[in-house]
């Protein structure tokens, strides 16, 4: 399976302001997942980020709050703009596996908001 | 109704049982299914693959029955190391999973 590391590991942030969390593979892969995990809950799709076009992205989420970028095939990053205590959770980013039949999971970034 | 359902628990059980979660998904549409494991803050990692066949790794078995929309994982001879939460976890054909809020397990010396 692919390789995936995510920095921060762990941020703690005040409300308003914004971080950017960042996800490298090992290997070049089309597709790549945010999600995100809130306190006791299990996993939300953020949204789904294709290298070259627009994230898609789901119901409850909007750019303009997790704007994502996606400029190679390796990389991609998602940031939590103005933020607020609401949105301490841990995101995770994930790839498929090269037959398309599931997905990985990187180690995942616990963040704060105070 | 969430699109994919599973009993929390916590199951707590001594080693060497045996133990049954279930699951029920709401789309008929459905494609993938996997059961997933999280330890404790950490990410899920992908246990098994669940087909409608059955299949079986180990002393894990996943069951499937579209009919019912209902998935089943069962372990056998239980490990402390398996104490965890299993997520069951549905492709519904856009290639991005919905996860279970997850089942809760315990195992006990």
């Known amino acids: 399976s692919a390789v995936i590391s995510q920095k921060p590991s762990r941020d703690i942030c005040q409300r308003g302001t914004s971080l950017t969390i960042q996800c490298q593979v090992d290997?070049?892969?089309?597709?790549m997942f945010w999600y995100r995990q809130q306190p006791g809950q299990s996993l939300t799709l953020i949204a789904t980020a294709n290298q070259g076009s627009e994230a898609t992205y789901e119901s409850g989420f909007v750019i303009d709050k997790f704007p994502i970028s996606r400029p190679n095939l390796t990389f991609s990053t998602l940031t939590v703009s103005n933020m607020s205590p609401e949105d301490s959770s841990i995101y995770l980013c994930?790839?498929?596996?090269?037959?398309?039949?599931?997905?990985?999971f990187g180690p995942g970034t616990r963040l704060t908001v105070l | 109704r969430k699109e994919v359902e599973q009993d929390p628990g916590p199951f707590n059980v001594p080693e060497g049982a045996t133990v049954a979660f279930n699951c029920t998904y709401s789309n008929s549409a459905s494609q993938s299914f996997f059961w997933y494991r999280q330890d404790c803050r950490k990410e899920p990692k992908l246990l098994m693959s669940?087909?409608?066949s059955g299949n079986e790794d180990g002393r894990f078995t996943a069951q499937l029955n579209r009919a019912s929309q209902y998935i089943s994982l069962l372990i056998r001879d239980s490990k402390l190391s398996d104490s965890a939460t299993y997520l069951c976890?549905?492709?519904?054909?856009?290639?991005?999973?919905?996860f279970g809020s997850g089942t809760r397990l315990q195992v006990q010396p």
């Open positions: 994930s790839v498929e596996d090269p037959q398309g039949r599931t997905q990985y």
């Open positions: 976890v549905v492709d519904t054909g856009r290639r991005a999973l919905t």
């Open positions: 290997s070049q892969v089309t597709m």
């Open positions: 669940v087909y409608s």
